[in-house]
Each structure stands twice: as structure tokens, then as C-alpha cells.
């Protein structure tokens, strides 16, 4: 590998298309300005790094980031790239990570409005997360012990696992498919419409009309908590441990609750069972 270090770089396209870089407390910023330092580079290790101009890691195959700064201005960071390990790593520009694979994410700082959409392989551990439309059309996630807050996330994604994390987030999971989320809470208005095959178990979920017309969704030992008008239209089966606000017009299955303080069945097609216990 041919090493950098202790170097400053701000043309554009400075490292291009090279094989084997270890890249050591460096800087990419100046006054060229210049975007897309790595392009089409391979096997690349940046290490204490500095990143604060645009698109650096596009077309590469092989990247580790670690104890790194990408900037707000280091915008669009991971675009087309495959085997990517970012770990101990504040990553604060917008439209990080898109059409990757093969992607870890540990011990990260991420404020990235519009970060993850069309990723394939995402494992993420002992992160936090502020973004809109995270990780939209996505597939095969898997994440643990992570925080998560902004609207409109995890829409259109696919078989995916999330365990003890914490979601403080709008309109999540729309559309989702083929989900399990355990041991974790997921606060926000507008749970999870659409979904199918979603799964939660032994999570406390909060906020207002959550989970509507849902196909085959299961709620496992789960708490909800200022749950208002749920399960409208949904095909449900739930064992919830905790007083439910309302409950509207489902559509099929067995909803079992220790109380509810309003049901609301005004659809001829709400065939629903509701069992309080």
C-alpha cells in the first residue's frame, strides 16, 4: 500500500483511481476545492482524517474510515462503493451512503438529512443517527444498540432486523416489508402504514395512529403508549400489555389488551376480534 500522511489535498480527483492507499491524518479541504478525491480507488485505508469537500468515496471497492471528520460540506460521501467499514467516525454531510453494499457502521456520529436510500447489507451497532428519509428502499439491515431521530424513516425497506434500539421518529416503516423489531422504542405519529410481514416484539411504541392498513403485522409482549386510533384496516394479531387509547376498524385478526378506552367500529369490513383482558 502507498501511504499518506500528515498531507493536505484539495485538487480534484486527487487520489484517483489508485490501489492500495493507507491514508494517515490527512486533510482534504483548501482553497481548489476539488471534489471526488478517490474516485474509482480500491483497498482503502483513511485513518484520523479530515474530509471537508465533496463526493470522496464514489466507485470504490474496499474502503475502511476510522476516527474520522466528514464535515457538513463533505456532502454525498459513499455513492456506488461496496465493502465499507466506518467505525468511531463523525459523518455530517448530507446524502451519505447511497446505492452501496456490504456496509458496517459502528460507533458513529451521522447527522445526514436524506442518508442510506438504495443500500443493500447494512449492519449498524452503538450508533446514533438525525436524518429524513433514512435509509428509504434499503434492503437487509440489521441494527443494534442504535439511536435514531428525524422524520420519514425506514420507508420501503426489506427484511431487515433492528434490536434495543431507540427511534424518535415520524411516518416510519411506511411500506416496509418483511421486518422484525425487538426490545426496542419507536416514538412517533404515523407508525408504520402500509407494511407488511412486520413484526414487533417486546418494543413500547408512542404517538398517534399507528399501524394502519397493515398486512400480516404481529405485535409480541408490546406496550403502547398515547396510541390513538390503531390498527385501522389492519390484519393484526397483538398481545399488548398496556391501556390502549383507541382502537379503530380492524380489519382481521385478534387484537388482546388489558384495557381500551375507546373502540371504534364503523366499517361493515372491520372484522377484527378484540379481546380485553
Not at 34 to 56: T, V
Not at 209 to 220: D, F, R, S
Not at 247 to 262: A, H, Q, T, Y
Request: aromatic letters at 12%.
Amino acid at each position: 500500500m502507498k501511504t499518506y500522511k500528515n498531507e493536505q489535498h484539495d485538487e480534484e480527483r486527487a487520489l484517483y483511481g489508485l490501489d492500495g492507499l493507507e491514508i494517515i491524518n490527512c486533510k482534504f479541504d483548501g482553497p481548489a476545492d476539488g471534489e471526488s478525491a478517490m474516485k474509482e480507488a480500491k483497498n482503502i485505508e483513511a485513518k484520523d482524517c479530515y474530509f471537508n469537500l465533496r463526493y470522496p468515496f464514489w466507485h470504490n471497492d474496499n474502503v475502511l474510515v476510522e476516527d474520522c471528520e466528514l464535515t457538513e460540506l463533505c456532502r454525498a460521501a459513499f455513492w456506488y462503493s461496496n465493502n465499507i467499514k466506518i467505525q468511531n467516525t463523525k459523518m455530517h454531510g448530507i446524502k451519505a451512503v447511497r446505492e452501496c453494499s456490504n456496509i458496517e457502521i459502528n460507533n458513529c456520529d451521522v447527522k445526514s438529512p436524506e442518508f442510506g436510500w438504495d443500500n443493500e447489507n447494512i449492519t449498524a451497532k452503538d450508533s446514533s443517527f438525525d436524518a429524513e428519509y433514512f435509509m428509504m428502499r434499503s434492503k437487509n439491515l440489521e441494527f443494534d444498540k442504535v439511536s435514531m431521530t428525524g422524520k420519514y424513516s425506514f420507508q420501503y425497506i426489506e427484511d431487515s432486523t433492528f434490536t434495543n434500539c431507540n427511534f424518535d421518529t415520524k411516518d416510519a416503516f411506511w411500506h416496509a416489508k418483511n421486518i422484525l423489531v425487538k426490545d426496542c422504542y419507536v416514538k412517533g405519529e404515523y407508525l408504520a402504514w402500509y407494511c407488511e410481514n412486520v413484526t414487533f416484539e417486546n418494543c413500547t411504541i408512542e404517538g398517534t395512529q399507528p399501524l394502519c392498513y397493515c398486512k400480516n403485522l404481529k405485535l409480541i409482549n408490546c406496550k403502547m403508549i398515547n396510541t390513538d386510533l390503531s390498527f385501522e384496516k389492519s390484519d393484526v394479531n397483538a398481545e399488548i400489555t398496556t391501556e390502549v387509547d383507541s382502537i379503530k376498524n380492524p380489519k382481521s385478526g385478534i387484537i388482546k389488551v388489558p384495557s381500551v378506552k375507546e373502540i371504534i367500529i364503523d366499517d361493515p369490513e372491520a372484522k377484527g376480534e378484540i379481546i380485553v383482558e
